[in-house]
C-alpha cells in the first residue's frame, strides 16, 4: 500500500561547485520522505504524536444555532406542558368530593346530588357536562343544565327546570305539567300553586287537544296564568280559558300565540266597568278583539 505521508524537504549542505567561477559553493535542495525509526515518536515543539492537515474551522451560522436553540427550548416547554396535563387530568388531588346545586324548585338540591353520586372521586378535569346531563336525564324535570369546576374538588351545577303551565287531573290525581305536556311532579288542589287546571275527567285526554291547551298557556306570562281557573279545548282550534272571576277567554287556535297573549294581557289591565261588566274577553282574531 503506497504512503500517503507527503515528503519533507530539507536544505543540502553548500559545497563547492568546481564548474562554478571561483569555486563559488551551490545552494543544493534534496528530498526525502522522513521515516521514523522504530519504536521511536516524532515530537516537534507540542504537536500531535501524527501530522495532521490544516482544517480551517467556520463558525456555525447565528439563524441556524438560533433555530437549534429555540426548537430545543420549545421540546422542553412541550414536555412539561404535557406533565402539567397529564398531573391535572389523573391526579386525585382533583377528584370530586362536593357538588353544589342551584336553580331547584321542582326538584330538591338533594335529588340532584344523590344523581349525580356515580361521579364522586372522579378528577374534575374528566367531567364533562354530558356526563352530568346523561345521569340526570331520569329527572324530568331537568330542561338543561350546566355545569363548572371549582378546584380543588367542587362541581357546581346550575339547573333549568321545566316550567308548569297547568295541573293536569285525571280522577282523583293531579299533576303539574309544562308547556310541551311533560308531567312534572304531583300537586295538590290547594292555591299555593297558581296555575289553571285541565280535566281530562275519568277518561284520558285527547293528545292533539292535550297539547293544544299547554301550548296556549305555554305562551301566556306568568301572571296572566295567576288569573286562570281552567282551560279546556272543544278541539284544536277552539281553545277556551277561565278566569277566576269567571270571565270567558275564546282563544281559537294555536295561531300567532305571542300576539294572542300580549292582546289578553293588555285587554286584562283595563279597569273594570260595574256598569258594563265584562264576560267574555275574543282574541281568536288578535288584530281585531271583542270584548262583550
Do not use: C
Not at 402539567?84 to 342551584?102: K, Q
Not at 321545566?162 to 309544562?178: E, F, I, S, T, W
Not at 300537586?187 to 292535550?210: M, N, R
Not at 293588555?266 to 273594570?272: C, G, M, R, T
Request: hydrophobic share 45%; glycine share 6%; aromatic share 2%.
Amino acid at each position: 500500500m503506497a504512503s500517503t505521508r507527503r515528503p519533507t524537504y530539507k536544505a543540502g549542505v553548500r559545497r563547492s561547485d568546481p564548474d562554478r567561477p571561483g569555486g563559488m559553493p551551490a545552494d543544493v535542495i534534496s528530498a526525502s520522505k522522513a521515516e521514523p525509526a522504530p519504536g521511536s515518536r516524532a515530537v516537534a515543539s507540542g504537536a500531535p504524536d501524527k501530522q495532521q492537515d490544516n482544517i480551517l474551522s467556520f463558525p456555525e451560522p447565528k439563524a441556524k444555532r438560533r433555530k437549534r436553540i429555540v426548537l430545543s427550548t420549545l421540546g422542553v416547554l412541550a414536555a412539561l406542558v404535557a406533565a402539567i396535563v397529564l398531573a391535572a387530568v389523573y391526579t386525585p388531588v382533583l377528584a370530586l368530593r362536593t357538588v353544589t346545586v342551584e336553580g331547584t324548585k321542582l326538584l330538591s338540591a338533594e335529588q340532584v346530588q344523590a344523581a349525580l353520586a356515580p361521579l364522586e372521586g372522579k378528577p374534575l378535569p374528566q367531567i364533562s357536562d354530558a356526563d352530568v346531563t346523561a345521569l340526570l336525564q331520569p329527572l324530568v324535570q331537568i330542561k338543561a343544565v350546566t355545569t363548572q369546576a371549582r378546584p380543588p374538588a367542587t362541581l357546581a351545577v346550575r339547573i333549568t327546570e321545566r316550567v308548569p303551565v297547568a295541573k293536569l287531573k285525571q280522577g282523583n290525581g293531579l299533576q303539574l305539567v309544562d308547556a310541551e305536556g311533560i308531567p312534572l311532579s304531583a300537586t295538590t288542589e290547594d292555591a299555593s300553586v297558581a296555575l289553571p287546571v285541565i280535566d281530562a275527567g275519568e277518561g284520558v285526554l285527547a293528545p292533539e287537544l292535550f297539547h293544544a291547551i299547554t301550548g296556549v298557556l305555554g305562551a301566556l306570562p306568568a301572571d296572566v296564568l295567576a288569573k286562570l281557573s281552567d282551560a279546556s279545548a272543544k278541539s284544536a282550534d277552539a281553545v277556551e280559558l277561565k278566569l277566576v272571576d269567571g270571565q270567558t277567554i275564546i282563544w281559537g287556535n294555536a295561531g300567532e300565540k305571542e300576539l294572542k297573549a300580549r292582546v289578553l294581557a293588555a285587554l286584562l289591565k283595563v279597569p273594570a266597568d260595574p256598569k258594563n261588566p265584562v264576560r267574555i274577553y275574543d282574541v281568536s282574531v288578535p288584530r281585531h278583539p271583542v270584548t262583550r
